[in-house]
């Protein structure tokens, strides 16, 4: 195998200021677009985030038309509503109102109006036939409406595919939104519990991607085009993510305990987006492609600040930490030192500390912020037990995509084990 010797940096540009979602109009006006796409998380309708992108198109003298039947958990099915919506108007732009959901769901949406395909052809390989996205897109302005996901940054789409009952999706970064407006006003209307759900995300996003193998340690692709966007830590990510990291350290108890606490809020934005950028080229494992059939098997789980969404949900952030402290115990002997000074950057003292206790100290210091932070104490207070650990090693195995970037592999009985360690948390 030839290895990796390169890697590649793509991110959207991105805006931050509190009130800059007043800009949209503007910029849309400036740029000349005239047939332009506003999806919005639908559960926002009335709400400042998109009351403010509508009026400021209109004051703009911007022609929109709203697609407003985006899902909490997007699914195949739901996508393919949207590609639906797009592809019948051929807008020539697209703004992205809400949290993941709703920004991945535009991407999709934008891809396939741009180069129609069956669904399968572009969704990551085992699922889907991974092909790469042929050329450019429209441009997509995104406005996320949670500290979490990163999809501002990103050339990611996730989303449910119901067959399999498991997560899958898109990865290009062709598929990045042209600029992300990062406005911490727009999180003053998220629940305490919505905002430790999303921030967790950002935490595993970092640490995931600062753990994840060298991108040096993959097979070289073929051509240019080829190589992923989850290319493996690298010096460049390694940065964001820190950054990202320490900033979800200081401020994440503080944005879920005072909606009103407006640093703490803009902080958590700004580390949303650092990570996401840190990912978003590193990528995430384990933690990761283990949540996505937690989310996808769930039955009756309800967690607060989740209640308008109308059907059982375990929430991204909270289906990806309740595996993190597990995975990294199992994870930590391959790069302890990188684990530790995860462990110190959340706040523990690696004084004295040997390498063989670094999975440890890392699990203790994540479980300790999930009990602060009010989460379920492991797999088995959403719903699971060893019952159902055989459905969810098999929910995990095509994630190809995330998994095969953990430091260290996980076959199906090692993953067997890990959810067995994740039913309990602390």
Same mark, same amino acid.
């Given at each position: 195998?030839?290895?990796?010797?390169?890697?590649?940096?793509?991110?959207?540009?991105?805006?931050?200021?509190? !009130?800059?979602?007043?800009?949209?109009?503007?910029?849309?006006?400036?740029?000349?677009? =005239?047939?332009?796409?506003?999806?919005?998380?639908?559960?926002? +309708?009335?709400?400042?985030?998109?009351?403010?992108?509508?009026?400021?198109?209109?004051?703009?003298?911007?022609?929109?038309?709203?697609?407003?039947?985006?899902?909490?958990?997007?699914?195949?099915?739901?996508?393919?509503?949207?590609?639906?919506?797009?592809?019948?108007?051929?807008?020539?732009?697209?703004?992205?109102?809400?949290?993941?959901?709703?920004?991945?769901?535009?991407?999709?949406?934008?891809?396939?109006?741009?180069?129609?395909?069956?669904?399968?052809?572009?969704?990551?390989?085992?699922?889907?036939? &991974?092909?790469?996205?042929?050329?450019?897109?429209?441009?997509?302005?995104?406005?996320?409406?949670?500290? *979490?996901?990163?999809?501002?940054?990103?050339?990611?789409?996730?989303?449910?595919?119901?067959?399999?009952?498991?997560?899958?999706?898109?990865?290009?970064?062709?598929?990045?939104?042209?600029?992300?407006?990062?406005?911490?006003?727009?999180?003053?209307?998220?629940?305490?519990?919505?905002?430790?759900?999303? *921030?967790?995300?950002?935490?595993?996003?970092?640490?995931?991607?600062?753990?994840?193998?060298?991108?040096?340690? +993959?097979?070289?692709? /073929?051509?240019?085009?080829? +190589?992923?966007?989850?290319?493996?830590?690298?010096?460049?990510?390694?940065?964001?993510?820190?950054?990202?990291?320490?900033?979800?350290?200081?401020?994440? =108890?503080?944005?879920?305990?005072?909606?009103?606490?407006?640093?703490? =809020?803009?902080?958590?934005?700004?580390?949303?987006?650092?990570?996401?950028? &840190?990912? !978003?080229?590193?990528?995430?494992?384990?933690?990761?492609?283990?949540?996505?059939?937690?989310?996808?098997?769930?039955?009756?789980?309800?967690?607060?600040?989740?209640?308008?969404?109308?059907?059982?949900?375990?929430?991204? *952030?909270?289906?990806?930490?309740?595996?993190?402290?597990?995975?990294? =115990?199992?994870?930590?002997?391959?790069?302890? /030192?990188?684990?530790?000074?995860?462990? /110190?950057?959340?706040?523990?003292?690696?004084?004295?500390?040997?390498?063989?206790?670094?999975?440890?100290?890392?699990?203790?210091?994540?479980?300790?912020?999930?009990?602060?932070?009010?989460?379920?104490?492991?797999?088995?207070?959403?719903?699971?037990?060893?019952?159902?650990?055989?459905?969810?090693?098999?929910?995990?195995?095509?994630?190809? +995509?995330?998994?095969?970037?953990?430091?260290?592999?996980?076959? /199906?009985?090692?993953?067997?084990?890990?959810?067995?360690?994740?039913?309990?948390?602390?």
């Amino acid at each position: 195998m030839q290895h990796e010797y390169a890697f590649e940096m793509a991110a959207s540009a991105i805006r931050f200021g509190f !009130g800059a979602t007043r800009e949209i109009g503007a910029d849309l006006s400036e740029l000349g677009f =005239r047939n332009v796409a506003v999806f919005i998380d639908p559960g926002l +309708r009335n709400l400042y985030p998109v009351i403010t992108t509508l009026q400021s198109l209109e004051d703009n003298k911007v022609p929109c038309t709203v697609y407003d039947r985006v899902s909490v958990e997007p699914t195949d099915t739901s996508v393919q509503d949207a590609i639906a919506f797009a592809t019948a108007g051929q807008y020539d732009a697209f703004v992205a109102v809400g949290g993941g959901s709703t920004i991945d769901t535009a991407k999709a949406a934008n891809l396939y109006m741009c180069y129609p395909a069956d669904f399968l052809d572009y969704v990551n390989a085992p699922v889907g036939k &991974g092909k790469p996205v042929p050329g450019p897109v429209k441009p997509l302005f995104a406005i996320p409406t949670t500290a *979490g996901t990163g999809s501002e940054t990103t050339g990611v789409s996730i989303f449910d595919y119901k067959p399999l009952r498991a997560k899958t999706g898109i990865a290009h970064r062709r598929l990045k939104p042209t600029l992300g407006i990062v406005d911490p006003e727009n999180t003053r209307s998220m629940p305490g519990p919505v905002a430790a759900s999303s *921030g967790l995300d950002v935490l595993c996003h970092a640490i995931e991607s600062y753990t994840a193998i060298p991108f040096g340690d +993959r097979a070289c692709p /073929e051509r240019p085009i080829l +190589r992923p966007s989850y290319q493996g830590s690298n010096p460049i990510s390694d940065l964001w993510s820190l950054e990202g990291l320490r900033l979800t350290a200081k401020y994440i =108890r503080r944005a879920f305990e005072d909606p009103s606490d407006d640093e703490a =809020r803009g902080a958590m934005m700004l580390a949303s987006s650092y990570a996401g950028i &840190g990912f !978003g080229n590193a990528g995430v494992h384990l933690p990761h492609g283990m949540s996505y059939p937690v989310a996808g098997l769930v039955r009756n789980f309800m967690p607060a600040g989740y209640e308008s969404v109308g059907h059982a949900i375990v929430p991204h *952030g909270i289906s990806v930490v309740l595996n993190a402290p597990s995975v990294f =115990r199992f994870t930590a002997s391959a790069c302890p /030192e990188r684990h530790l000074h995860a462990a /110190e950057v959340l706040g523990a003292n690696i004084s004295g500390a040997k390498n063989e206790d670094a999975g440890k100290i890392l699990s203790d210091e994540l479980t300790r912020l999930m009990s602060d932070l009010k989460l379920p104490n492991g797999l088995a207070e959403v719903g699971y037990s060893s019952s159902d650990i055989p459905a969810l090693v098999k929910g995990t195995l095509p994630q190809h +995509r995330v998994t095969k970037l953990s430091p260290r592999p996980a076959d /199906e009985d090692a993953l067997a084990a890990l959810f067995e360690g994740a039913l309990k948390g602390w």
